[in-house]
Every structure is written in C-alpha cells, then in structure tokens.
C-alpha cells in the first residue's frame, strides 16, 4: 500500500490550502484515514482523522479551521485548511492503519511541506 500525498506549498496567514493523498488502495481496507504533521525538532503531530467508528476526529489544533474528507470513488483523502497560521508551518503526512489478524498495520506517506508566512 502506498499513499502519496501532494498540494503542500506557500500561502500568507489566513489563507487557505487543501492537501490530498492519493492511496494505492481501496479507501474500505483501511480503519482510520487521516493526517499528522512534524516540525523539525518535534514528534510528528496527529491532525485528524476521519474514522471508522467515531466520525471525523480533530486536534483541537485544527478544529474550526481543517476538513478531512474521504473520496471513496478516487481512493484520496484530503485535508481542506482555513486560516492558516505560522504555526501551521509543517511537514504534512496522511496515514492510514488497518486492523488485521496481524494486528494494527500503519501506513504512511512521504509528506508534504506547507509554510505560512506572517
């Protein structure tokens, strides 16, 4: 299973940006499906999630302002991104995880930077 997620790049502060992550994979193999983000220097951070026994889940972080949505059809996962603050300069990854006999499988994509700038 790949994931590839694309559409990082600059955006001034309060402007908008959506993210998507093309998986090699039919989106129903998967438990939750959602995004996670790093700082240089810092552990990698849970952004939200859309799952499947609790609805679409978000870091209080990015309630109000970020929208995970899930194109069955196209196997993506996006992230939609409003009024974006420096502090949302990070390195953005999509994640997946399923639940098999082998137990929690997670699966990663390989990022993509988005700055904003003040």
């Known amino acids: 299973v790949q994931l590839q997620a694309s559409g990082g790049g600059l955006v001034q502060a309060g402007g908008s940006l959506r993210l998507s992550c093309a998986v090699s994979a039919s989106i129903y193999a998967f438990n939750d499906m959602g995004w996670y983000r790093q700082t240089p220097g810092n552990e990698r951070e849970w952004v939200g999630a859309?799952?499947?026994?609790?609805?679409?889940i978000y870091a209080d972080s990015a309630k109000g302002r970020f929208t995970i949505s899930i194109d069955e059809t196209k196997n993506m996962i996006y992230l939609h991104m409003t009024r974006l603050k420096p502090e949302d300069t990070a390195v953005y990854y999509c994640?997946?995880?399923?639940?098999?006999?082998?137990?929690?499988?997670?699966?990663w994509g390989k990022g993509t930077q988005v700055t904003v700038s003040s």
């Open positions: 994640h997946a995880d399923s639940l098999t006999s082998l137990g929690r499988l997670e699966y």
């Open positions: 859309h799952t499947s026994g609790r609805g679409t």
